[in-house]
Structure formats: C-alpha cells, structure tokens
C-alpha cells in the first residue's frame, strides 16, 4: 500500500477531550475545554496541558499555578463544546452550562466540576512556552471519583465513565473493549 507524505501536523488523535477549571485570587473562576491534555509520568503522578496564552484561563493557570482536569461523560459533550468555543472574557461558563463549582480539597483557587465524574487536582511544576502554545506540566495531588464509575476494586470503569475523544474537530465515544494491558502474551 503507497503511503502519501502529508505537512506536519498535531494528527495524534484521539486525544481526551477535557474540561480545566481554573480560578483566581479574586474568585474569577473559568473552565477551558483541551484536547492537548496527556499523562506525562507515573510517580509522581503528572500530566500536562497544553493552553494558548492568549486565552482567558492562561493567565488564571500561570498566576495560581494550579488547575483541575475534570473528565466529561458524553452527555456532557454540549457543555464540553461550548466551553472550548466562548471566552470566559465574555460569559460565565458555569452559570451558562449549568455546572457546579466546589472546592478541591488540595487547591486554593480552581474548583472541580461537579457534574464530571473524575476530577484531578493539579499543582504546575514547570511551564514551557513551546510557539503558539505554553505547555503546563503539573502533578496530580488528588483524585476525586463518583462512586459510579467505580468497579469493585476502586478502579474506574471506562465503560461507566463514558469519556469523550477528540479527533479532527470531531467528539466521539469511546468504542468497546479490547483487552487489558499483556492480553497478547497470555497463553504462551
């Protein structure tokens, strides 16, 4: 099969799409939606984010510090969209969605979203500035859960979950289950 050379390009899909809430001294608080979101390390638990600076949450992230990742289910898709296509410059993201500001447990400023079923508290640890984005690595300090998405064993259940993907301006859901981790070598 022939292989057609493309420009580089972020095609790196899917991606999480993701709902940041952030917050400021002034209790301004916002909610930003990222598709560039990843886990960049295990212990210590991190992720990283990637957010232009010129949007209205950069400058909350980059003065605080901190921010939480709060995971969508699907039927938060409409509010997940929404909130990645205004400025909180302009519009309450909370009020106009209908979400729940409350407040983390190891944060000052950002709040979790209540609504979302997973939500991971972040500290910034390192902020890189990479051209049309700043990059924020950060260190996951809590984890918080809806009991729901929870199977037996405390683990979360992504069929439960219902997390959203992102790919070429494009949501969708995640698909079936395929296997776990080392499925390939049993039965050797």
Wanted: charged letters at 20%.
């Amino acid at each position: 099969m022939a292989k057609i050379q493309l420009r580089p390009h972020t095609l790196l899909c899917p991606v999480p799409a993701v709902m940041v809430s952030c917050g400021t001294e002034e209790d301004r608080q916002n909610v930003i939606t990222i598709a560039w979101a990843g886990t960049v390390c295990s212990d210590p638990p991190m992720l990283s984010i990637a957010v232009r600076p010129l949007r209205y949450s950069y400058q909350m992230i980059a003065d605080t510090g901190e921010f939480v990742v709060n995971i969508p289910s699907k039927n938060l898709t409409k509010a997940l969209d929404y909130c990645g296509a205004v400025s909180g410059r302009d519009v309450d993201k909370f009020d106009q969605c209908g979400l729940t500001p409350i407040p983390a447990s190891q944060l000052r400023y950002a709040p979790l979203i209540a609504e979302c079923p997973l939500n991971l508290e972040c500290k910034v640890e390192q902020e890189l500035l990479l051209g049309s984005h700043a990059l924020f690595l950060a260190r996951i300090v809590a984890v918080h859960a809806d009991e729901e998405v929870l199977d037996g064993k405390q683990a979360i259940d992504q069929q439960r979950l219902q997390p959203v993907a992102y790919s070429g301006g494009n949501y969708f859901e995640l698909g079936s289950f395929l296997g776990r981790h080392g499925f390939s070598l049993q039965g050797e």
